[in-house]
Nanobody, 127 residues
C-alpha cells in the first residue's frame, strides 16, 4: 500500500506563487508515476499534470501550461507542484495521485482508476 500526503496549500493573492508537495511512503512505492488533480467547489475533478517516475515525461492540462511545473525528488519520494501566476480560477483542493502508468489518457480522463490518492490540500487564490 502506498500513502500519499500533500502539503503546502494556503491562501495567496492572484499573481502569486505557491509550491505544493506530495510525500509518498509505503512498501509498494516503486517507480510510480505521480501527478496532481484539483477540484473546485461544485465542479468536477480536473487533471492538472503528471510526471513519470524518471521525470523524463510530464504532461499538463492546457489551463496550467506555462504556469505550473511538476518536479520530483526520487530519493525523498516526494513530488512538487510549483504554481506561478496564480489565478482565482486555480482555487480548489489539490490532490496527489500515483499509478504505475504515466500515460496521458490514463491521467487526463478524470483520474478514475488511479491506484493511490492523497487526502488533498486546499489552495485559495484571492482576486
Amino acid at each position: 500500500q502506498v500513502q500519499l500526503v500533500e502539503s503546502g496549500g494556503g491562501l495567496v493573492q492572484a499573481g502569486g506563487s505557491l509550491r505544493l508537495s506530495c510525500a509518498a511512503s509505503g512498501p509498494s512505492f516503486s517507480r510510480l508515476a505521480m501527478g496532481w488533480f484539483r477540484q473546485a467547489p461544485g465542479k468536477e475533478r480536473e487533471f492538472v499534470g503528471v510526471r513519470s517516475w524518471s521525470g523524463g515525461v510530464t504532461y499538463y492540462a492546457d489551463s496550467v501550461k506555462g504556469r505550473f511545473t511538476i518536479s520530483g525528488d526520487n530519493a525523498k519520494n516526494t513530488m512538487y507542484l510549483q504554481m506561478n501566476s496564480l489565478k482565482p480560477e486555480d482555487t480548489g483542493v489539490y490532490y496527489c495521485a500515483a499509478h504505475p502508468s504515466w500515460g496521458y489518457n490514463t491521467w487526463a480522463t478524470g483520474g478514475y482508476g488511479l491506484d493511490y490518492w492523497g487526502e488533498g490540500t486546499l489552495v485559495t487564490v484571492s482576486s
